[in-house]
């Protein structure tokens, strides 16, 4: 692990210490915790975006979603 100096406002300082203490956590393991989240959420919207680009640039035909239909039914009893 690498040590870093990050700058914060003073109150939300004072809310990852408390947020720190209620998780038992230290700071450091909230914060790459709160930063892991982010970056996760992030690559989550990049891949949401490039796929709805992909549709719009290719949107799908009728027949390529028909089989898929019949899939999604409930069998009767």
Known sequence: METIQIVLEKE???ATDRAARRTKQNRSALVRDALRAHLRKMAVVEFEQRDRAGY????QQLDEVA???Q???WPSE
């Open 67 to 69: 089989s898929w239909e």
């Open 12 to 14: 939300r300082l004072e």
């Open 71 to 73: 899939a999604a039914v």
């Open 56 to 59: 719009r640039k290719h949107p």
